[in-house]
């Protein structure tokens, strides 16, 4: 499979996520809380594009790369948790 093809894929799945994107934003400006089934449907989804893309093109090091890029984003968002004053300003979600 070509590298156009398997980003065409991709680019597909990631469009498909766009409502679930716009129903993340729309509550968000509404309660400022984002639920965890929505969110984990698109972690999911974005699992599943990356691997995807990943098998398509025989790139195991990509898959490599984004699951690094993943751990260290969330451990990043903890750092942010654990200093946010009160652990009020950032959640989980």
């Given at each position: 499979?070509?590298?156009?093809?398997?980003?065409?894929?991709v680019g597909t799945a990631?469009?498909?996520?766009?409502?679930?994107?716009?129903?993340?934003?729309?509550?968000?400006?509404?309660?400022?809380?984002?639920?965890?089934?929505?969110?984990?449907?698109?972690?999911?989804?974005?699992?599943?594009?990356?691997?995807?893309?990943?098998?398509?093109?025989?790139?195991?090091?990509?898959?490599?790369?984004?699951?690094?890029a993943g751990a260290g984003?969330?451990?990043?968002?903890?750092?942010?948790?654990?200093?946010?004053?009160?652990?009020?300003?950032?959640?989980?979600?």
């Amino acid at each position: 499979m070509t590298a156009g093809f398997a980003a065409a894929l991709v680019g597909t799945a990631y469009c498909a996520m766009l409502p679930l994107l716009a129903a993340l934003a729309a509550i968000d400006l509404d309660v400022h809380r984002l639920p965890d089934r929505l969110t984990g449907a698109l972690t999911v989804g974005c699992a599943v594009a990356v691997l995807t893309a990943s098998a398509a093109v025989g790139d195991s090091a990509a898959l490599g790369r984004s699951t690094v890029a993943g751990a260290g984003l969330g451990v990043g968002y903890l750092v942010l948790r654990l200093l946010s004053p009160g652990r009020a300003g950032i959640g989980f979600g």
